[in-house]
């Protein structure tokens, strides 16, 4: 359907005639008067006739541009279809390890190895999309945490600023409870049933003024439920002198801090050995945090005032065009 943003500027179609009955009469100009002897012959000609017709056509032609001029500046625009969107799901925050040791290259990405930040960017990318309804936020932290996206409903700029993060990026170290403490501090005032916390790291905290226990406690007063999840194969074979010997490249891994952090604010412990494992998990994180159903619409705009617009311009081309001819 067609709708008009400014249907009130419809009142001025009839402002050209308000014009031409209230504005004084053009006063007549006594010109010398042209004496011929044959009159008769000068009131049948054709020439007067044709005179009338030009001013009766450009009258025509000014009214209608003028018609249609009005239509173009009331903002005539298409209605689509009601479009239904989930518009009401979680707040979501993101928080990504950028300390040095995630560049350990212990997950394999197209038969090649990577880096574990490489990995979280494959996989949380994809989770980042599948978001629909949810406002998604992103914290990079190493030895401080940094609010890199506030809570937003563009997803895209979200899995895009993850893919140009770097590591090093906010220090090498792990401020793991600053991280925390930071959503904590981007989520209090949000929803109490909707707050979430994914937090993906590959240490122990080394670094930061919170300690994630005491950054859990505060989570939990403020209904913030925080699954973490612990990235880094458990066996890798590294090349020496001796030849190949097996090491375990995740040593770090504090699990035991990170399985009390999501406990006790209601969440989980996810352990990511390889890529896999990683992308189960954020399978996992999809049933249990699901997107709420409340369903918004909306319908498609666009607008159709250069139509109208394009006919006055043309209309007025013809006008001048007569009018110089």
Do not use: C
């Amino acid at each position: 359907m067609i709708q008009f943003l400014a249907p009130w500027l419809f009142a001025a179609l009839p402002f050209p005639l308000l014009v031409y009955w209230l504005a004084p009469a053009k006063k007549n100009v006594e010109q010398s008067a042209l004496r011929v002897p044959f009159l008769a012959d000068f009131t049948q000609d054709s020439t007067f006739k044709i005179a009338t017709t030009t001013n009766r056509t450009r009258l025509y032609l000014a009214a209608l541009a003028w018609t249609f001029l009005v239509f173009a500046s009331a903002r005539p625009q298409w209605l689509g279809e009601p479009i239904e969107q989930a518009m009401n799901g979680r707040d979501l925050m993101l928080a990504v390890d950028l300390s040095a040791s995630m560049q350990e290259k212990d997950f394999i990405l197209n038969n090649d190895y990577v880096d574990r930040l490489t990995a979280i960017k494959s996989i949380a990318t994809d989770f980042i999309n599948r978001r629909v309804g949810d406002r998604v936020g992103l914290i990079l932290f190493g030895t401080q945490a940094y609010l890199q996206t506030p809570l937003t409903f563009d997803r895209k700029t979200v899995a895009t600023l993850l893919d140009e993060s770097a590591i090093g990026l906010a220090g090498d170290n792990t401020a793991i409870g600053d991280a925390i403490g930071l959503a904590v501090k981007r989520l209090r005032n949000e929803s109490q049933n909707s707050r979430v916390l994914i937090l993906l790291t590959d240490g122990a905290n080394t670094a930061g003024e919170v300690s994630p226990l005491k950054a859990a406690e505060l989570a939990a007063a403020n209904h913030l439920k925080i699954y973490t999840i612990g990235i880094g194969a458990d066996e890798m074979l590294v090349g020496g002198f001796f030849g190949y010997r097996k090491v375990n490249p995740s040593a770090d891994i504090d699990e035991g801090t990170l399985i009390k952090v999501a406990e006790s604010t209601g969440g989980s412990y996810y352990r990511a050995k390889n890529l896999d494992e990683l992308n189960n998990i954020y399978m996992r994180l999809d049933e249990l945090e699901p997107v709420e159903k409340d369903k918004q619409y909306f319908r498609p705009k666009r607008e159709l005032y250069f139509v109208p617009l394009a006919i006055a311009l043309v209309l007025a081309g013809l006008l001048s065009w007569r009018k110089t001819s």
